[in-house]
């Protein structure tokens, strides 16, 4: 006797298997392509932003949308190994990786962030989609009063990216790369 299970259950594992590969295959070849693959999400957003406006509800849906949408824009932003944290981390004398340099007798380390940009901009893509598919069922159109969950949104963003921009300014560091010194472009470039 076969201990496997119902054919049925087998061919289901199969199909889902087939469709996460696939999956897999369309995401690594997008991986390449930064500017792309952000105009995509771009033009999602966009749609979405139509859809509510348009059916004028959702707006608790956009709402968490928009605190998730800061949340991963702000693990981004920091770093992985948290400048601040050095004092515990040495207290403990466990240090799991490298972090950034906060005196300037200290060695050079490189800007490691927490959140990746390929998965910054999956997590993004894919909350944006199920905020879209949420819009087409009513039991999540909750009746509120919009704009003071505008008010309370930019007040939170306001707030948090200041105090990130604080952050940044006390540990010198800068998550982009706009103003770094860029070796190896021009005529002197190694390849």
Known sequence: ??????????????QKTAIERRYQVVLDKVTPHTAERWAFTGFVLLIYFIRVLYAQGWYIVTYALGIYLLNLFLAFLQP?????????M?????????????????????FVRRLPEFKFWHS????IVIAFVCTLFRVFDIPVFWPILLIYFCILFTITMKRQIRHMIRYRYIPFNI??????KGGNSFK
């Open 1 to 14: 006797m076969d201990s496997s299970g119902p054919p049925e259950e087998g061919a289901f594992w199969a």
């Open 80 to 88: 992985k190994f948290d400048p601040s944290l050095e004092m515990d």
């Open 90 to 110: 040495a207290a403990d004398a466990v240090e799991e990786g490298p972090t950034l340099p906060i005196r300037s007798d200290e060695e050079f380390r490189p």
């Open 124 to 127: 993004a893509t894919r909350s």
């Open 179 to 184: 103003g770094k010194k860029a070796y190896g």
